[in-house]
């Protein structure tokens, strides 16, 4: 066992950032909404931009921690994919939801709350999978001291 694998943290940096600029173009119907120039929900608006933002960053944050984080390489692409599942899921979620004006909270019609409903369990389960390794290996890198 390991540091992450250089390419799959440079990775995770440049899936970060895709998904950051996916949040900050949710941004432009956010601030339509919020002049008055679209209709829509400002909530939903405001959760999609930062979705994506916040889950780039994320994905960012332990791309570049990466060197401290031991684990197999198996745990290592868990990682990797749990959280490209839990940045794209949230994001794509959040402006299919924000445009369609569904939430999400349950596995009902119409299609687009279906689609929603998934993409977020999907993201939900991804973050946890990232973020339970993440810590794992944190801890083990932790507990051998170097």
Same mark, same amino acid.
């Given at each position: 066992?390991?540091?992450?694998?250089?390419?799959?943290?440079?990775?995770?940096?440049? +899936?970060?950032?895709?998904?950051?600029?996916?949040?900050?173009? #949710?941004?432009?119907?956010? !601030?339509? &909404?919020?002049? /008055?120039?679209?209709?829509?929900?400002?909530? #939903?608006?405001?959760?999609? +931009?930062?979705?994506?933002? =916040?889950? /780039?960053?994320?994905?960012? #944050?332990?791309?570049?921690?990466?060197?401290?984080?031991?684990?197999?390489?198996?745990? !290592?692409?868990?990682?990797?994919?749990?959280?490209?599942?839990?940045?794209?899921?949230?994001?794509?979620?959040? &402006?299919?939801?924000?445009?369609?004006?569904?939430?999400? =909270?349950?596995?009902?019609?119409?299609?687009?709350?279906?689609?929603?409903?998934?993409?977020?369990?999907? #993201?939900?389960?991804? &973050?946890?999978?990232? =973020?339970?390794?993440?810590?794992? /290996?944190?801890?083990?890198?932790?507990?051998?001291?170097?």
């Amino acid at each position: 066992m390991e540091a992450l694998d250089p390419r799959l943290r440079a990775s995770l940096v440049a +899936h970060g950032v895709i998904v950051i600029v996916l949040g900050l173009l #949710a941004g432009f119907p956010f !601030a339509l &909404v919020i002049t /008055g120039g679209l209709q829509g929900d400002l909530r #939903a608006w405001r959760m999609a +931009h930062m979705e994506g933002v =916040l889950n /780039g960053l994320t994905m960012i #944050a332990v791309g570049a921690a990466g060197g401290l984080i031991t684990l197999g390489p198996a745990q !290592a692409r868990w990682l990797w994919a749990g959280y490209l599942l839990a940045g794209y899921g949230n994001v794509i979620a959040s &402006v299919i939801a924000a445009t369609y004006g569904v939430r999400g =909270l349950a596995l009902e019609p119409p299609p687009s709350n279906v689609v929603v409903f998934l993409l977020f369990t999907a #993201a939900i389960v991804g &973050v946890f999978v990232g =973020l339970w390794l993440t810590a794992a /290996g944190a801890f083990r890198r932790a507990a051998r001291g170097t």
